[in-house]
């Protein structure tokens, strides 16, 4: 199998390590947000408690039993016509989906296809996956430093966890169910946070209420990212690791900005999907930057200079 020959299976153990992090890191973020009232609190931390995780494949791939039950389509007998084939083949599709009604989130099979180079979010199962591609050079490898890898892969994971918590994903309960699980006062604190992305970015030039959800995404998986990070030092005992070969004349906590932004090169001029919710690359590396104190921290930039405006916009 393609699969087998060339994806390796150990990168899905030091990202599962790092997703276990990025939710720790909300955790204690979620624990001393004093604007958050206590039973919301609560619903939220048990919303992170419950997010379950899919890295690189669905458990059930190499399940040679599951995917034959699940998937194996017996070929037509010569009495059948095309349409009855393609009848048959939706039956057993359509008695598939039913059974997942009132499951767990599908973490054994997924239900979107697999060779990608990405990630996302399931609010209806509070479920983040991280495809296979993503686990691979120009994102990931692990021999790198993991500072590079958690601003590359550790960031999408946390702008993936965060699509639960937007303002959209705020909507769904730890269970995937469509409950408003917020106190009303506390709901209108974060919608006067939420507004504050709206303003910021519709004064560059974007739709700001339409961009909203991913643009939380960005900020605050960001944000949780680096946290995460720190966390590892701390958990392996280390102030620092060593510097990435040709970048030495940075801190390891500008290479974190250099390489988050890597991510988002791209050659020539940019012809975004009008459709797109997540507003142009450059926007992308560029908000996120003015709004992280992180950033003015280590690249020491002077207050109130455009990258390290005074107003900095922040959920969590
Ligand atoms: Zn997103």
């Not at 040709?246 to 974190?256: D, G, H, N, P, S």
Request: aromatic fraction near 14%; proline fraction near 5%.
């Amino acid at each position: 199998m393609y699969f087998e020959k060339y994806f390796q299976r150990d990168a899905t153990h030091k990202v599962t390590e790092m997703v276990k992090l990025i939710k720790e890191e909300l955790r204690e973020t979620l624990k001393n947000a004093s604007w958050l009232d206590d039973q919301t609190r609560a619903n939220a931390i048990l919303k992170v408690d419950k997010m379950a995780y899919s890295v690189g494949y669905p458990e059930n791939l190499f399940n040679d039993t599951y995917v034959d039950e699940n998937w194996n389509i017996p070929p037509s007998p010569s009495s059948e016509n095309f349409y009855q084939l393609v009848a048959r083949m939706e039956r057993k599709f359509i008695s598939l989906s039913l059974l997942k009604l009132n499951r767990q989130p599908a973490t054994t099979s997924w239900n979107y296809p697999i060779l990608f180079a990405n990630g996302y979010y399931l609010a209806k199962e509070n479920m983040i996956t991280i495809l296979p591609g993503y686990l691979k050079l120009p994102f990931y490898n692990q021999n790198l430093p993991d500072y590079v890898n958690y601003a590359i892969v550790g960031v999408t994971i946390g702008h993936e966890i965060m699509h639960g918590f937007d303002n959209k994903g705020r909507f769904y309960d730890a269970f995937g169910d469509a409950v408003d699980w917020w106190d009303n006062a506390t709901s209108v604190k974060y919608m006067e946070k939420a507004n504050c992305y709206v303003d910021q970015y519709t004064a560059e030039g974007v739709d700001g209420m339409f961009t909203l959800g991913e643009n939380i995404a960005d900020n605050v998986g960001f944000k949780l990212a680096y946290g995460a990070y720190k966390r590892l030092l701390k958990k392996r005992g280390l102030s620092s690791e060593p510097a990435l070969p040709a970048f030495e004349k940075f801190t390891l906590e500008q290479v974190f900005f250099i390489a988050y932004n890597h991510k988002f090169c791209y050659n020539g001029e940019w012809n975004g999907d009008p459709n797109d919710r997540h507003t142009p690359p450059d926007m992308r590396v560029n908000m996120v930057a003015r709004n992280s104190k992180h950033f003015s921290k280590a690249f020491n930039c002077e207050k109130t200079s455009p990258m390290n405006p005074e107003e900095k916009c922040s959920i969590w």
